[in-house]
Nanobody
Framework: QVQLVESGGGLVQAGGSLRLSCAAS????????MGWFRQAPGKERVFVAA????????SYLDSVKGRFTISRDNAKNTMYLQMNSLKPEDTAVYYC??????????????????WGQGTQVTVSS
């Protein structure tokens, strides 16, 4: 059974930092692109960041460039999202996602086959 489990969300003041983790189990994702998406109340789920299997290629939503860093540790089957200089508009439920084997990174939610349950990030002003 394939499972993605996010952790690390919480409440933080504007300007603060959080590090999200996404632990995968049930199969290896070391040959798959993975990504982070977020969904604010009343809004659609949107792309935040993605990373290819090796970690050498990444892609970011324009509004998080320079503040967020996506990374992965294939030996631990885990992906991370370091979020710095957080803003109230970053408040959302953050989801990790993984593609099937040998598919690279993508900014489209439709390209991802596996999803976590989400972790809440709340940034107060």
């Amino acid at each position: 059974q394939v499972q993605l489990v996010e952790s690390g969300g919480g409440l933080v003041q504007a300007g603060g930092s959080l590090r999200l983790s996404c632990a995968a189990s049930g199969r290896t994702f070391s040959n798959s692109g993975m990504g982070w998406f977020r969904q604010a109340p009343g809004k659609e789920r949107v792309f935040v960041a993605a990373i290819n299997w090796s970690g050498f290629r990444t892609s970011y939503l324009d509004s998080v460039k320079g503040r967020f860093t996506i990374s992965r540790d294939n030996a631990k089957n885990t992906m991370y999202l370091q979020m710095n200089s957080l803003k109230p508009e970053d408040t959302a439920v953050y989801y990790c996602a993984a593609r099937g084997p040998y598919y690279t990174l993508s900014a489209s939610a439709y390209d991802y086959s596996y999803w976590g349950q989400g972790t809440q990030v709340t940034v107060s002003s």
